[in-house]
């Protein structure tokens, strides 16, 4: 297995060194999405074709992977380009508009994939040397399955631009205790409506094959229960290549704005059994899309409208676990409303706070919500997730690990109160149904400082660090 790491530098390397037409990550990130989908769905075709007679790509043949891109000395320069910017006859305004009467879905994925994104390389050159490293991924012959989770995941490290694309990314602990801790069983329904690189959904699918998928029957089950709604262009390619990856032939993947749903419409037929999900929150939302929600719920808040929408699209009995940060949880007026709504329609029976750092490079304060629809809550657990032992926050070099969530685990079917968890009964909560409840365990000397405070001190030092440092100069 090629050194992935190394590929990723090589081919960032070159984009920014020797193309003209690259601009930044965000660029990048998309540049490099629909190359790794041509790539890897090649290969998945190449797989069908061997296992499944008469299986026939949705690709036209010159178009797939295989012809034009695997031979190192290959189409190059002004050729290449032309080849996949050409108006009318080339790879981008063929695919957009694919039609494969064969295999209809498998196009329309395609043609949805080509549409939102472009080819922003200008140098055929530049491009070839990145063909050619992307070849160095030899997806059908790992021998173990897991690794493709493993060599995205790395693509998505590497590549996310920490202003805009860190959204695409969950850590991979957080999606897996959120699905273990959910328990997704064959047969049910999961959809993530938010579902960004398709995180959640691949932790599903793994945690669903390893535990219950025996017969392939047991797969063809699971390959229709995994859904996932996604807006933005990257996002989606990046999503839909992972979940390609995680074994789904044709992905129940959609491309299109959850918040635009109409809340009336969601019946019995669009309700699901399991919603995993890391819903943005801070982003904007298209005009009027607020006015598809009950009037006493209506905000420009994207991540309180998702709670809304989970709440609707969850069926009775359902479970939903979701990432919220601590301006969804606290706060009066419609987000008052909206957890009234909550605690009142579903039993909200854990929430897990965790370390500001967390999601880093975002520095905002998050909790785990885990609630099941159907009846009220009564009473909340609460979990403080802690840092390492020595370890001041997390990071790139030292990202959040499963393995630190064993204490919280072993303590979850036999639940008793102790220096990371506590229970709050409704009936306790402050007006308004606030759910920012601390930990009662910290001493009452403990010095909790507010963000106002910790930025004056700041200041503070830096004066002092600034009047040092004039002295040390003169």
Not at 146 to 161: C, Q
Not at 179 to 187: D, E, K, S, V
Not at 247 to 272: A, C, F, M
Not at 310 to 336: E, F, H, N, S
């Amino acid at each position: 297995m090629a050194n992935i790491s190394s590929i990723v530098k090589n081919v960032r390397n070159i984009m920014r060194d020797e193309d003209r037409g690259i601009s930044g990550d965000a660029q990048r990130l998309e540049q490099l999405g629909w190359m790794i989908f041509l790539k890897i769905l090649d290969e998945k075709d190449l797989e069908l074709e061997c296992i499944r007679e008469g299986y026939t790509s949705v690709i036209p043949e010159q178009f797939q992977w295989r012809s034009w891109a695997v031979d190192p000395e290959g189409l190059t320069g002004d050729e290449l380009l032309l080849f996949i910017d050409h108006p009318s006859d080339g790879l981008f305004a063929k695919l957009k508009n694919l039609n494969a009467p064969h295999h209809p879905q498998r196009a329309s994925l395609v043609r949805e994939v080509f549409d939102g994104l472009n080819n922003y390389m200008k140098s055929g050159f530049a491009m070839r040397k990145v063909i050619n490293q992307l070849n160095g991924f030899d997806f059908n012959n790992s021998e173990d399955r897991h690794i493709f989770g493993t060599i995205y995941e790395s693509i998505l490290i590497e590549l996310r631009d920490a202003g805009n694309k860190g959204e695409y990314y969950t850590p991979r602990a957080i999606t897996q205790l959120m699905t273990q801790m959910t328990n997704p069983t064959l047969g049910e329904k999961v959809l993530d409506p938010a579902a960004g690189t398709g995180g959640f959904l691949s932790a599903a699918i793994d945690y669903i094959r390893d535990s219950e998928v025996k017969t392939l029957d047991d797969e063809a089950v699971l390959q229709t229960s995994i859904a996932g709604w996604e807006y933005k262009p990257v996002a989606y390619v990046l999503g839909l290549t992972n979940l390609i990856l995680h074994g789904l032939e044709v992905p129940d993947w959609h491309y299109r704005d959850s918040l635009k749903t109409e809340y009336n419409t969601i019946g019995p037929k669009q309700q699901v059994d399991v919603i995993l999900a890391n819903p943005p929150f801070g982003a904007g939302i298209a005009e009027g899309v607020e006015t598809n929600f009950p009037a006493s719920f209506r905000c420009r808040e994207s991540a309180d409208l998702f709670v809304i929408l989970m709440l609707q699209l969850l069926k009775p009995g359902g479970r939903c676990a979701i990432v919220l940060p601590d301006g969804c949880i606290t706060g009066d007026g419609y987000k008052a409303r909206i957890r009234e709504k909550l605690l009142t329609d579903c039993n909200l029976h854990t929430i897990i706070r965790l370390p500001q750092s967390t999601f880093h490079p975002a520095t905002v304060s998050t909790n785990l919500l885990f609630f099941q629809k159907g009846t009220p809550t009564k009473e909340i657990w609460y979990w403080e997730h802690q840092l390492p032992e020595g370890q001041k926050s997390y990071s790139k070099t030292k990202p959040i690990q499963f393995e630190e969530f064993t204490p919280l685990i072993d303590w979850w079917d036999d639940r008793e109160e102790n220096e990371n968890a506590w229970k709050v009964s409704v009936d306790d909560l402050k007006a308004g149904f606030d759910l920012d409840v601390k930990n009662p365990v910290i001493p009452d000397d403990e010095e909790i400082l507010s963000k106002g405070e910790i930025i004056a001190a700041l200041r503070k030092s830096q004066v002092k660090i600034d009047s040092i440092l004039q002295g040390l100069e003169a």
